[in-house]
């Protein structure tokens, strides 16, 4: 029924959903360009017109009441990014307890430019040896939808290269506000040397 009604709704706004949902039944999905406020609600609706049981998070002062309950009923999770506090652990340790977890990230992490993508999701793929879903918005053509899958290869210039080519021609609402897809070279660096240790016991290296 919710997912006939996000599907007909979405329908009725002139936007078009690919149909197209990964396999995996542990799958971070990324969502970009994220410009706009009003890229949550219509992704949120997208997800849920393919029918997709997902969590997602979002800034930690969304959750404030009297909306703060909806949200984490309907799979938010608040995250304070001033705060160090193993968030990324935490994730790695909840798609290893789960036999199922659809986690969507919006890995620019604002609205404003930026010359750099979080590397929260990556780490947090590599780490939990989970697959990246291609997730996006499109202004110009009114599409949403799932791109394609990405396994993460630890090679981090070459995995952010197909990103950047699959992203290339997605606008969002104000396309002068997407921020640039890559990793500061510090991320890079640790990143490539988590991928050099033993990934059943990776060491903590905190990126976000």
């Known amino acids: 029924m919710i997912q006939s009604l996000s599907a007909s709704l979405l329908s009725l706004l002139g936007w078009h959903l690919a149909p197209q949902v990964p396999a995996d039944t542990k799958i971070i999905i990324i969502g970009a360009p994220h410009t706009s406020n009003w ?25 404030k009441e009297p909306f703060g309950s909806f949200f984490k009923k309907i799979g938010g999770i608040p995250v304070d990014r001033k705060a160090r506090s193993g968030f990324i652990d935490e994730m790695v340790r909840t798609f290893a307890e789960r036999d199922r977890l659809v986690l969507a990230i919006a890995p620019e992490g604002t609205r404003a430019r930026k010359d750099h993508w979080k590397a ?33 290869t630890g ?38 040397q988590q991928h050099q240790k033993d990934q059943s016991a990776p060491d903590k290296i905190d990126v976000e």
């Open 39 to 63: 890229d949550f609600p219509m992704t949120l609706l997208a997800l849920s017109a393919l029918g997709l049981r997902y969590s997602w998070i979002g800034k930690h002062t969304m959750f």
């Open 120 to 152: 929260g999701f990556y780490q947090i793929a590599v780490q939990a040896h989970v697959n990246i879903c291609l997730g996006y918005i499109d202004y110009p053509t009114k599409t949403i939808g799932l791109g394609p899958v990405l396994v993460p």
């Open 155 to 192: 090679d981090i210039l070459g995995d952010f290269n197909v990103i950047k080519a699959f992203y290339q021609d997605k606008k969002g609402k104000y396309p002068h506000k997407a921020s640039t897809i890559c990793l500061r070279d510090k991320e890079i660096a640790l990143l490539q």
